[in-house]
């Protein structure tokens, strides 16, 4: 490994670690496509087995010996080693999960491409909480969806925090970003997809109900808290589906509801 141990927190090299946030990693230009953060060994390893290319390790010195398991395909990535309280002041917070890598963001590939042998597939349609994000993607991974598609405006799935609430999984589940719904309508029709919008409406059908008789190729739209979906969201569903709740409570929140939905719709053949 190329080890060095840090002296002095203005080396260039650790210049990632110093701006952990999403929007100034991504905008690195050096390599193009800029950066994202993995966060505990664990998450680096599933980088790694994705075939994600790391640019460096940040680690306190107990964790030498994952980093060397962790590298063994890497020997030129620089490794650089910290006490706590160094790793703090470069950071600005608690290196309690022991290990960061600044990781190369992969090329996203083409919607078409993720749902050539797809038959479940989740759309994340402006969702902004990170926590949510992260929390879809566990679900997706751990109840057999194929792939995440995400609109323009929805959170990063490699922000740091999205990364570490999916255990991960954001570096597992395939997923790409979807154009506008004008767009992304007809593409999703072709490749033979029903579009079930998870809303409250007068028109929704039962989840139970729709679960009885769910189509071979489905997509699942899920919108953000608050706002719900949007009105092109509802007019591109060919059905809008609900969860049947109880005691007056209308709604989930949206990482519970994919859950439910997910598990509810799951390919049981």
């Known amino acids: 490994m190329q080890i060095t141990r840090i002296t002095d927190l203005s080396s260039a090299g650790l210049a990632d670690y110093s701006r952990l946030t999403d929007v100034a990693l991504r905008r690195v230009l050096e390599p193009a496509g800029g950066l994202y953060i993995a966060e505990s060994p664990k998450v680096i390893a ?3 087995n994705a075939g994600h290319r790391p640019r460096s390790l940040l680690i306190q010195e107990q964790w030498m010996p994952d980093a060397a398991r962790l590298l063994v395909d890497w020997p030129d990535v620089p490794v650089y080693v910290g006490e706590p309280g160094v790793l703090e002041q470069l950071t600005g917070y608690n290196l309690h999960r022991g290990a960061l890598a600044a990781m190369h963001r992969p090329a996203l590939e083409a919607v078409e491409a993720l749902l050539t042998n797809a038959r479940r597939i989740v759309i994340l349609e402006d969702i902004v909480d990170h926590t949510n994000v992260g929390a879809i993607f566990r679900s997706v991974a751990g109840l057999g969806a194929d792939a995440v598609l995400i609109t323009p405006r929805c959170a990063d799935p490699l922000y740091r925090r999205s990364v570490r609430v999916s255990m991960g999984t954001v570096l597992q589940v395939p997923w790409t970003r979807l154009p506008e719904w004008s767009v992304a309508t007809p593409l999703l029709h072709a490749a033979g997809f029903h579009l079930a919008a998870l809303a409250l409406a007068d ?28 009105q092109h969201a509802l007019a591109a569903a060919d059905t809008v589906v609900t969860i049947p709740m109880l005691h007056g409570v209308d709604s989930l929140n949206v990482a519970s509801a994919s ?11």
Not at 259 to 269: D, E, F, G, K, M
């Open 46 to 48: 599933r980088a790694l």
């Open 203 to 230: 028109n929704a059908v039962s989840l139970d109900e729709f679960a009885e008789a769910a189509p071979e190729r489905l997509a699942i739209i899920l919108g953000a808290e608050g706002d719900g979906l949007s």
């Open 259 to 269: 859950a439910v939905a997910l598990y509810a719709l799951r390919v049981r053949s």
